[in-house]
């Protein structure tokens, strides 16, 4: 039997430079290589390689596969990814999905769920 494993989560993007500014900064991981029309950042979790991809054209839908990052304080993360350039959608149950700077989803969320945010009402739908 054959071995496979997911090597790589891979977000398009309109702007390679943007992009990268903005997923190196909430990864907190440097940019390893360059060769348009992708961008891979050095670091990923348990060898998962984290590349961008330039597709110049808008995307028609929504990607259905979406990050999550697992935080200790959702407030302080949340206020993080914005001062980078995110954008809050809407809070689900104990989770906050938001939006990066070309409109791919990722969600945020507590390590414990009943570590809810302080400012959750502040969540528009």
Same mark, same amino acid.
């Given at each position: 039997?054959?071995?496979?494993r997911?090597?790589s989560?891979?977000? *398009?993007?309109? *702007?390679l ?10 990864l907190?991981?440097e940019?390893a290589?360059?060769d $348009? $029309? ?13 590349g ?11 990607s ?5 990052f697992?935080?200790d304080?959702?407030d ?14 809407r ?5 906050g ?14 390590r414990? $769920?009943?570590?809810?945010?302080? *400012?959750?009402a502040?969540?528009?739908?």
């Amino acid at each position: 039997m054959h071995r496979s494993r997911l090597s790589s989560a891979i977000i *398009d993007c309109n *702007d390679l430079q943007e992009a990268s500014r903005f997923w190196s900064g909430a990864l907190g991981v440097e940019v390893a290589s360059e060769d $348009p $029309p992708y961008v891979f950042l050095r670091g990923g979790a348990g060898g998962l390689q984290v590349g961008l991809q330039l597709v110049p054209e808008p995307k028609a839908a929504k990607s259905p596969v979406h990050l999550d990052f697992e935080t200790d304080d959702l407030d302080a993360e949340v206020a993080r990814l914005e001062a980078l350039g995110a954008r809050r959608q809407r809070f689900v149950e104990h989770w906050g999905i938001m939006e990066d700077p070309h409109g791919n989803e990722f969600c945020v969320v507590p390590r414990r $769920p009943e570590e809810m945010p302080s *400012d959750a009402a502040d969540w528009t739908a």
